[in-house]
């Protein structure tokens, strides 16, 4: 997963189409000039943004907010969601590898500046991206991005224009990893930041940049309401030429049923995802012309998360010295025989009539469908009451008053909880999202059938946060997204090296040498052949199916929704906002 993987919102088996829902509009009006449209406005129900600095972004809102204040430095295309050189938003232009694979030399764009208060802005230069890479390996800043890059061995930059990478050995994905790396004003950030270890996150520098390059810069941020942008005419990339909205604001509201109302009276002009239970009834009023709808295959799933490890003792996997540190399990789910009698307790059926609206898709596998690497033979874990109860009795947790009311207990059998000990956990979710809140009451009564006490733990999205990555919780359900289909992307997050305390993204603690041995083939083998990465692929999907270190409750379709003023709204397969800056809302 993607360090912004956290947290945002398919069809299997058959081709995932695309299309429009809404009234074709008129195009004779004279296009508006910078600045002069209305500014864009988006809901945030995920908590408020933690870090505006792009080096330190471990949630979706920050990351919303970070994606319009900076560059990439190498940026995806919008249909196929691959790095491609030249795509909007990056700063690179080309890149070619030396005979063995393990040089990648970067070209840079030279028509890009800093909005730092200067006339004429200071250039973005190769310096910028060194500076990210240096901090980010530092190991004296709290970043999850490192864990994506560790492949990489060097990153210099030679001239303005060019920033040559080393990495290990061949990677087939070096332009993925790469474009892990962020971009930002090392000039500014080495004034507010004397040393990298400056770089923390209660530094109140990283809610108040100063220094920017995106289609909009920073003007404010009030808690708890929004964080306001204007809009930044240096920025080269917009398909209109310019800068067409005034500004872009995050508007924080307290649930998405919240979010749909705001919508529909007009105060929010782009909803990137609408809630199952309304889906019916917003698609009859794009069709009778009150918006325009939009349906995609969506960049995540709904998980369920399990944590193998202590949650009362959480430890990153490796020491300073890349040795292993010996772990104490989990009492319930540091058994896989708990998690799979898990997985078997839930009915998917019943939880897409319950609490999807039938919108939802189960999946096997641990790649999204449009992924080229995805494993189409990975059915989903079947619902099978009689196979969990027979798992939990194997694993020593027993029924002793055939009593639905009341939790199974371990007996001696039991690996690590002691004799007596009801099978009983914390199931963490957030609040205001409607999917979220009925699966986790569905999912809590079908475990209960088969023995489990699930004691809900439903709070704030920011707190939920926190014991995400602080790995403080027994079982946690959240929407996981990526930004890119790559399969590394959706994988990588359950390698040892990603399995670090408050940064990495590998929370529960899977440690399986094998898979990342896999892994480590799959991204370096001679010849990067497809077809049998593919099959090696296939092989870590198998694991992480086996193992369950996590529940992919569903993906589905998703639909969004654009007022019917942008009419410049134009949303390609991968990406519904990649011409954002060129959107002209104009006034009532």
Not at 305 to 323: I, K
């Amino acid at each position: 997963m993607k360090r912004t993987s956290v947290l945002y919102l398919l069809v299997i088996g058959v081709m995932l189409t695309l299309f429009l829902v809404g009234p074709a509009l008129a195009q004779d009006e004279p296009p508006l000039g910078p600045g002069e449209g209305q500014p864009v406005v988006l809901g945030n129900f995920g908590g408020d943004v933690a870090t505006l600095n792009p080096i330190l972004v471990n949630d979706g809102s920050s990351q919303d907010v970070v994606r319009q204040l900076f560059p990439n430095f190498i940026s995806n295309d919008p249909d196929t969601g691959l790095p491609t050189p030249g795509a909007l938003r990056g700063l690179a232009t080309d890149w070619s590898f030396n005979d063995d694979g393990t040089v990648m030399t970067v070209t840079l764009r030279d028509d890009w500046v800093w909005s730092d208060g200067t006339e004429e802005g200071t250039p973005i230069t190769s310096a910028d991206v060194k500076y990210a890479y240096d901090a980010i390996v530092s190991g004296e800043v709290d970043t999850p991005i490192a864990s994506f890059i560790e492949s990489i061995t060097s990153l210099e930059a030679p001239d303005p224009q060019t920033v040559v990478i080393t990495f290990a050995e061949l990677n087939c994905d070096a332009p993925v990893t790469a474009s892990n790396i962020p971009v930002v004003p090392s000039a500014y950030y080495q004034e507010i930041f004397p040393t990298f270890a400056d770089m923390t996150g209660d530094n109140p520098a990283n809610l108040n940049p100063e220094t920017s390059a995106g289609a909009f810069k920073f003007r404010n941020f009030r808690a708890g309401e929004q964080v306001t942008l204007e809009a930044d005419q240096n920025f080269p990339d917009s398909p209109a030429g310019y800068v067409v909205p005034q500004g872009y604001i995050y508007k924080t509201v307290t649930d998405q049923l919240v979010e749909v109302e705001q919508f529909l009276n007009g105060d929010i002009t782009y909803m990137s995802s609408i809630p199952e239970d309304r889906q019916a009834d917003m698609e009859a009023r794009a069709a009778a012309g009150e918006f325009q709808l939009y349906k995609a295959p969506a960049s995540g799933w709904q998980v369920i998360l399990f944590n193998l490890a202590d949650p009362t003792n959480p430890q990153s996997a490796l020491d300073e010295d890349g040795n292993l540190v010996e772990q104490a399990p989990h009492p319930i789910f540091g058994d896989v025989r708990v998690r799979q009698a898990f997985v078997h307790a839930v009915d998917h059926a019943a939880l897409n009539e319950g609490a999807f609206s039938g919108t939802g898709a189960p999946v096997g596998g641990t790649m999204l469908p449009q992924s080229w690497a995805y494993d189409e033979t990975l059915a989903p874990y079947a619902f099978d009451p009689e196979l969990s109860a027979s798992l939990l009795d194997e694993a020593g947790f027993v029924d002793d008053d055939n009593d639905v009311e009341t939790p199974r207990v371990a007996t001696e059998d039991a690996l690590y909880t002691e004799a007596g000990t009801p099978l009983e956990f914390n199931f963490t979710t957030f609040t205001g999202n409607p999917s979220i809140d009925a699966s986790s009451v569905l999912i809590q009564d079908q475990l209960k059938q088969v023995g489990f006490k699930v004691n809900l733990d439903i709070i704030e999205f920011t707190p939920m946060l926190t014991k995400l990555t602080g790995q403080t919780y027994d079982a946690l359900m959240v929407f996981w997204g990526v930004e890119s289909i790559n399969p590394n992307e959706m994988l990588d997050h359950y390698g040892v090296k990603a399995d670090v305390v408050e940064s990495g993204f590998n929370t529960g603690s899977y440690i399986n040498p094998e898979f990342d041995a896999l892994m480590d083939q799959a991204r370096t083998l001679p010849g990067c052949d497809q077809a049998e990465r593919q099959a090696l692929y296939a092989q870590a999907q198998q694991m992480i199916y086996d193992d369950v270190p996590a529940l992919y409750v569903n993906t589905s379709i998703v639909p969004s929704g654009v007022q019917n003023g942008v009419g410049e709204w134009a949303p390609r397969k991968n990406s519904s906002l990649w011409n954002l800056p060129a959107w002209s809302l104009r006034g009532q």
